[in-house]
């Protein structure tokens, strides 16, 4: 895929790798980036040839500094933008892919920098990484899962006390809180993340998808539930070995 402004996306050997690019803006998330990002993790969900993705920003400043309010904060009316959100709903897309996700992030991991990470399954950072939620101190909320997707993955009260005070966490604060796996010097940031892709991808890709479905879809279940789901998920893996 090509001819994209603000995301460059590649794919090689199964991998797929999107980087956020617009460095010179701190790869903030504007509208345009959000019509690349529904087009690309579109064509990621319906690419059998990917297996992984790594998602990563351009430049040496930011991950993403999130959102780009000079837009966003002048959309041209409540009704155009619901409908561009819900014809577009990039955040919805992003969680509905059975594929892995890796964030690899450094600088400023910001707002809907930390959103999208968040929707990636295993996120490194690296020694430099920043995370914050700076939205109420503007006079708004997270727009894309945020308010969510944090307490789940570092729980309710660290959660809160981050998004309500907007204090920015260290990539070791960051990683004490869960919110990242590992912490990484910056120079082994990417190549960490392409060596873990293709760990990821060395396994069988079905299996690693329902394992991910196992998951994500089970955490919104009580115990029996989520046990029957994995049983199902694991019957239809040897049931499909035995047929293939």
């Avoid at 010179?24 to 040839?49: C, S």
Wanted: charged residues 25%; negative net charge.
């Amino acid at each position: 895929m090509s001819g994209f402004e603000v995301i460059i996306y590649e794919k090689q050997d199964g991998i797929g790798c999107i980087t956020l690019n617009r460095p010179q803006a701190l790869n903030a998330y504007n509208i345009r980036m959000r019509d690349e990002l529904y087009e690309v993790l579109g064509a990621i969900k319906a690419d059998p040839e990917v297996e992984v993705v790594i998602l990563k920003g351009a430049g040496e400043k930011a991950f993403c500094a999130g959102a780009d309010l000079t837009e966003f904060l002048t959309a041209p009316s409540p009704v155009i933008a619901r409908r561009a959100r819900f014809e577009r709903d990039v955040w919805g897309l992003f969680l509905s892919i059975d594929k892995p996700f890796i964030a690899a992030m450094h600088g400023y991991v910001l707002g809907s920098g930390i959103e999208m990470a968040l929707c990636c399954d295993i996120r490194l950072a690296s020694e430099d990484a920043r995370f914050g939620l700076p939205e109420p101190g503007l006079g708004i909320i997270p727009a894309a899962g945020g308010s969510q997707t944090l307490p789940r993955t570092i729980g309710r009260a660290a959660a809160l006390e981050m998004l309500l005070s907007g204090r920015w966490l260290t990539a070791e604060e960051a990683y004490r809180l869960k919110l990242v796996n590992r912490v990484i010097p910056r120079g082994d940031l990417l190549p960490e993340a392409e060596r873990l892709a293709v760990k990821i991808k060395s396994h069988n890709g079905l299996a690693v998808s329902h394992a991910k479905q196992a998951v994500v879809r089970g955490l919104d279940l009580n115990l029996a539930e989520g046990l029957e789901l994995e049983a199902r998920l694991g019957h239809y893996l040897l049931t499909k070995k035995d047929t293939d």
